[in-house]
């Protein structure tokens, strides 16, 4: 199916840099997530030239770990370690193209009159690795602080040579899912390889013919000799002039010796240059250290396994060297320390370190990390709720005759002409607006002719796009290996359909139309069709797109959204944000592993329903964590939890705030569209209740859009009959519906839960 999306489209280019696009401005619901990433990258960063952050990112002359991907390299951006290529001693001075804390782009925008202002630098921080080093935003409504970021940028430790000073190239190379190798090599025949993976306990740089020197930012005060963990492996303890202490190991092969002291403040050199030696760095002094140390992961390889409602998955790391706990030392986040076997949890070691936004990571030593999670199989189709007492949709008389009245007013519509718009991302949600009354119209009022006209008119829509006939038709783009709109590929305009053309929210898109596609089948299938193999390798390809299982499908990356290391997906795209990726919508997130659940269920495919299942029970256990907070999470900082909700999650910062506005309804709102049978196993009915009795429920009278809708409609997960007789109110009003609501699925859903 792939090579009917192949054709000569124009491939994706500059991808970074490209002038501001106007952003849009609506204030209709439908469209006020149609702002430019990118706009809102230059707001948080308005007083960064883009030069600065084209060479910031590109440069060869220093790699700073904390820089790259962190869903690639997980802890590195803790430890703010790096590998850097020195150019001509500076010595106090920092590279010329290195942000100043002033310069990083990390706090937000203030809104005025005038427009967005650049932020005031925040206060000089230390680099210490830890929570003490974050910046928090100025306290809002709700007593909470509306942001907060990790200063980046500070270099605490960065690897190197001498053998650079006269330049150095730069190569990638084995990306994986989890893992990349990094080549940094000199103008003569030295080089260092540096394998980064996600959890990595140490930065392990491979150092071949070179003389090796450590650079740091913030000033080196000492750097001593330690007693020895193993033969053949030498320690040294470095103290920085933040009060920091980090560790180095030295593991030599054929004999060899080199001897590190200090060159000046900010310099620690070796006495020779080195072959086929290992270097290692880690923050701290846990004696952890000793007993992993001349030991560094070279890959990983993800496995799950399903047994009826239970799941284990896990991450085996293959290792290089040899150490005396006969293992390496990987650190976990959180939510996976919680669900870990007794096997990987017996692992654990006190090493502990401060993430950017995830908590405090524990260190384990082990080569594997086996989590297990319980599976959540019985949601369907069907309205679904975890309130106690729930077991099965039922409807009462009146309830029926309400929703009757509400169907009969939208399934005529002309849903062809309706989605017939520039973008899947909008498409998709009237499309899957219409599902839901379609499967409302079947299986609930069981209206024969209701049924037979929304269904071919569905169809009718949905077929455009199986047909790849919209306005933006998709393409297969071969750089990355993805569906692609080819929307802004010739221009470069990354605001069009929210930037799915460098594969911005693949997940939030294809999750709508995929769910549609599956309604539409299941009803069709019920009526004797066979509709579904129509379709089946567009939904299948959409699928592969987001979500590719393995490494043998050569057209796609492996989960490209997903990451089972974080516990959640990322959205952003192709395009640099100084942040790192980011999602601003947790439920639209969570909603695509539904939409292939359901498809799973229409093409008979077990082990698809089985990823499916295990995303969501993933997703509810991070998402529970990072997202939405409870008033009894003990992980994310405590000034922030009282926001309920994250905002936009960055890997280096949470806002909360959206790229469409600063209503408390935005924010919160868009981490509930679109409410569905399962929404319920991730918003848990004792966090909506918290979250609406603290800071809704006084905000939604002054609430008159489509913005009402949703919140109101989120109620249904802890109050479904306050949230039915809204609903089925005489004062109800259709400007509360959002353009990817329909009243009918709103009592429906309500009603369902509610008996």
Same mark, same amino acid.
């Given at each position: 199916?792939?090579?009917?999306?192949?054709?000569?489209?124009?491939?994706?280019?500059?991808?970074?840099?490209? /002038?501001?696009?106007?952003?849009?401005?609506?204030?209709?619901?439908?469209?006020?997530?149609?702002?430019?990433?990118?706009?809102?990258?230059?707001?948080?960063?308005?007083?960064?030239?883009?030069?600065?952050?084209?060479?910031?990112?590109?440069?060869?002359?220093?790699?700073?770990?904390?820089?790259?991907?962190?869903?690639?390299?997980?802890?590195?951006?803790?430890?703010?370690?790096?590998?850097? %290529?020195?150019?001509?001693?500076?010595?106090?001075?920092?590279?010329?193209?290195?942000?100043?804390? /002033?310069?990083?782009?990390?706090?937000?925008?203030?809104?005025?009159?005038?427009? +967005?202002?650049?932020?005031?630098?925040?206060?000089?921080?230390?680099?210490?690795?830890?929570?003490?080093?974050?910046?928090?935003?100025?306290?809002?409504?709700?007593?909470?602080?509306?942001?907060?970021?990790?200063?980046?940028?500070?270099?605490?430790?960065?690897?190197?040579?001498?053998?650079?000073?006269?330049?150095?190239?730069?190569?990638?190379?084995?990306?994986?899912?989890?893992?990349?190798?990094?080549?940094?090599?000199?103008?003569?025949?030295?080089?260092?390889?540096?394998?980064?993976?996600?959890?990595?306990?140490?930065?392990?740089?491979? +150092?071949?013919?070179?003389?090796?020197?450590?650079?740091?930012?913030?000033?080196?005060?000492?750097?001593?000799?330690?007693?020895?963990?193993?033969?053949?492996?030498?320690?040294?303890?470095?103290?920085?002039?933040?009060?920091?202490?980090?560790? =180095? +190991?030295?593991?030599?092969?054929?004999?060899?010796?080199?001897?590190?002291?200090?060159?000046?403040?900010?310099?620690?050199?070796?006495?020779?240059?080195?072959?086929?030696?290992?270097?290692? %760095?880690?923050?701290?002094?846990?004696?952890?250290?000793?007993?992993?140390?001349?030991?560094?992961?070279?890959?990983?390889?993800?496995?799950?396994?399903?047994?009826?409602?239970?799941?284990?998955?896990?991450?085996?790391?293959?290792?290089?060297?040899?150490?005396?706990?006969?293992?390496?030392?990987?650190?976990?986040?959180?939510?996976?320390?919680?669900?870990?076997?007794?096997?990987?949890?017996?692992?654990?070691?006190?090493?502990?370190?401060?993430?950017?936004?995830?908590?405090?990571?524990?260190?384990?030593?082990?080569?594997?990390?086996?989590?297990?999670?319980?599976?959540?199989?019985?949601?369907?189709?069907?309205?679904?709720? /975890?309130?106690?007492?729930?077991?099965?949709?039922?409807?009462?008389?009146?309830?029926?005759?309400?929703?009757?009245?509400?169907?009969?007013?939208?399934?005529?519509?002309?849903?062809?002409?309706?989605?017939?718009?520039?973008? =899947?991302?909008?498409?998709?949600?009237?499309?899957?607006?219409?599902?839901?009354?379609? $499967?409302?119209?079947?299986?609930?009022?069981?209206?024969?002719?209701?049924?037979?006209?929304?269904?071919?008119?569905?169809?009718?829509?949905?077929?455009?796009?199986?047909?790849?006939?919209?306005?933006?038709?998709?393409?297969?783009?071969?750089?990355?290996?993805?569906?692609?709109?080819?929307?802004?590929?010739?221009?470069?305009?990354?605001?069009?359909?929210?930037?799915?053309?460098?594969?911005?929210?693949?997940?939030?898109?294809?999750?709508?139309?995929?769910?549609?596609?599956?309604?539409?089948?299941?009803?069709?299938?019920?009526?004797?069709?066979?509709?579904?193999?129509?379709?089946?390798?567009?939904?299948?390809?959409?699928?592969?797109?987001?979500?590719?299982?393995?490494?043998?499908?050569?057209?796609?990356?492996?989960?490209?959204?997903?990451?089972?290391?974080?516990?959640?997906?990322?959205?952003?795209?192709?395009?640099?944000?100084?942040?790192?990726?980011?999602?601003?919508?947790?439920?639209?997130?969570?909603?695509?592993?539904?939409?292939?659940?359901?498809?799973?269920?229409?093409?008979?495919?077990?082990?698809?329903?089985?990823?499916?299942?295990?995303?969501?029970?993933?997703?509810?256990?991070?998402?529970?964590?990072?997202?939405?907070?409870?008033?009894?999470?003990?992980?994310?900082?405590?000034?922030?939890?009282?926001?309920?909700?994250?905002?936009?999650?960055?890997?280096?910062? %949470?806002?909360?705030?959206?790229?469409?506005?600063?209503?408390?309804?935005?924010?919160?709102?868009?981490?509930?569209?679109?409410?569905?049978?399962?929404?319920?196993?991730?918003?848990?009915?004792?966090?909506?209740?918290?979250?609406?009795?603290?800071?809704?429920?006084?905000?939604?009278?002054?609430?008159?859009?489509?913005?009402?809708?949703?919140?109101?409609?989120?109620?249904?997960?802890?109050?479904?009959?306050?949230? +039915?007789?809204?609903?089925?109110?005489?004062?109800?009003?259709?400007?509360?519906?959002?353009?990817?609501?329909?009243?009918?699925?709103?009592? /429906? $859903?309500?009603?369902?839960?509610?008996?």
């Amino acid at each position: 199916m792939t090579s009917e999306f192949e054709h000569n489209a124009a491939k994706v280019v500059a991808l970074r840099n490209r /002038a501001l696009i106007q952003a849009a401005t609506s204030k209709d619901a439908a469209t006020r997530r149609n702002y430019e990433r990118l706009l809102l990258e230059r707001r948080l960063a308005s007083d960064v030239k883009e030069k600065e952050m084209e060479t910031r990112h590109r440069s060869v002359g220093r790699l700073d770990l904390v820089e790259l991907r962190a869903d690639e390299l997980c802890m590195l951006q803790n430890l703010s370690a790096a590998f850097r %290529i020195n150019s001509p001693p500076r010595k106090l001075k920092r590279a010329s193209h290195a942000p100043t804390a /002033a310069q990083a782009p990390t706090q937000l925008p203030q809104a005025t009159s005038q427009g +967005y202002l650049p932020p005031p630098p925040p206060p000089p921080q230390p680099d210490v690795p830890s929570a003490k080093r974050r910046v928090y935003g100025e306290t809002n409504e709700e007593g909470a602080a509306s942001y907060f970021y990790a200063p980046a940028g500070n270099m605490s430790l960065c690897l190197g040579s001498s053998d650079f000073d006269a330049g150095a190239s730069l190569k990638l190379a084995n990306l994986k899912k989890m893992s990349i190798d990094v080549t940094v090599a000199s103008k003569s025949a030295g080089s260092f390889t540096a394998t980064l993976v996600q959890g990595m306990g140490f930065v392990s740089a491979v +150092y071949n013919d070179l003389i090796p020197e450590i650079h740091s930012g913030v000033g080196i005060k000492s750097v001593t000799g330690d007693t020895a963990p193993r033969s053949g492996t030498d320690k040294y303890k470095m103290v920085l002039n933040d009060g920091s202490t980090w560790v =180095m +190991y030295v593991t030599f092969s054929d004999n060899q010796s080199c001897q590190f002291a200090l060159k000046d403040t900010n310099h620690i050199i070796g006495s020779n240059s080195i072959n086929n030696c290992v270097v290692q %760095i880690a923050c701290g002094d846990d004696s952890a250290y000793d007993r992993a140390a001349a030991c560094y992961p070279t890959s990983v390889t993800l496995s799950a396994s399903v047994s009826g409602s239970s799941a284990t998955y896990a991450f085996e790391y293959a290792t290089s060297g040899a150490s005396n706990n006969g293992t390496t030392i990987m650190y976990a986040m959180p939510h996976q320390s919680d669900s870990f076997t007794s096997t990987t949890s017996g692992a654990k070691t006190s090493a502990t370190l401060d993430d950017t936004v995830h908590g405090v990571m524990t260190a384990y030593l082990t080569n594997k990390f086996e989590m297990s999670e319980a599976l959540t199989t019985g949601i369907g189709k069907d309205p679904w709720s /975890a309130i106690s007492g729930f077991s099965s949709p039922s409807y009462s008389d009146s309830e029926l005759s309400a929703i009757k009245a509400a169907a009969a007013d939208e399934y005529n519509a002309d849903v062809y002409s309706y989605t017939n718009v520039d973008s =899947m991302y909008t498409s998709g949600k009237i499309l899957d607006k219409y599902a839901y009354v379609l $499967y409302v119209c079947h299986y609930v009022l069981k209206d024969s002719a209701k049924t037979s006209t929304l269904l071919a008119s569905l169809k009718k829509a949905i077929e455009r796009f199986s047909g790849n006939s919209q306005q933006y038709p998709l393409c297969y783009e071969t750089n990355w290996g993805g569906i692609c709109s080819t929307g802004g590929m010739s221009d470069g305009n990354t605001s069009i359909d929210y930037g799915n053309a460098f594969y911005n929210d693949h997940h939030f898109h294809y999750g709508y139309h995929i769910h549609a596609a599956a309604l539409c089948a299941l009803v069709d299938a019920d009526l004797g069709g066979s509709w579904a193999s129509s379709v089946k390798d567009w939904v299948n390809t959409l699928v592969r797109d987001v979500a590719n299982p393995s490494s043998d499908d050569s057209h796609f990356p492996v989960f490209r959204n997903f990451d089972f290391y974080l516990g959640h997906s990322v959205a952003h795209g192709i395009t640099v944000y100084a942040d790192g990726k980011d999602e601003e919508s947790s439920s639209e997130d969570y909603n695509f592993a539904y939409a292939m659940k359901i498809w799973a269920s229409v093409i008979n495919d077990a082990n698809m329903s089985n990823r499916a299942d295990l995303m969501l029970a993933i997703s509810k256990r991070a998402m529970n964590i990072y997202f939405l907070y409870s008033q009894d999470n003990k992980v994310m900082p405590s000034r922030f939890i009282g926001n309920y909700c994250s905002g936009i999650w960055f890997e280096n910062k %949470i806002a909360h705030t959206t790229y469409f506005g600063t209503n408390i309804e935005y924010i919160h709102g868009i981490h509930m569209l679109p409410i569905t049978p399962v929404s319920s196993l991730i918003r848990g009915p004792t966090f909506v209740k918290e979250e609406w009795e603290n800071v809704l429920s006084s905000k939604i009278g002054n609430v008159t859009d489509g913005w009402k809708g949703i919140l109101m409609l989120n109620v249904a997960l802890y109050d479904p009959a306050s949230s +039915y007789n809204f609903f089925s109110g005489s004062d109800f009003s259709t400007n509360y519906l959002d353009n990817g609501m329909s009243k009918t699925w709103s009592l /429906a $859903y309500t009603a369902a839960v509610n008996n």
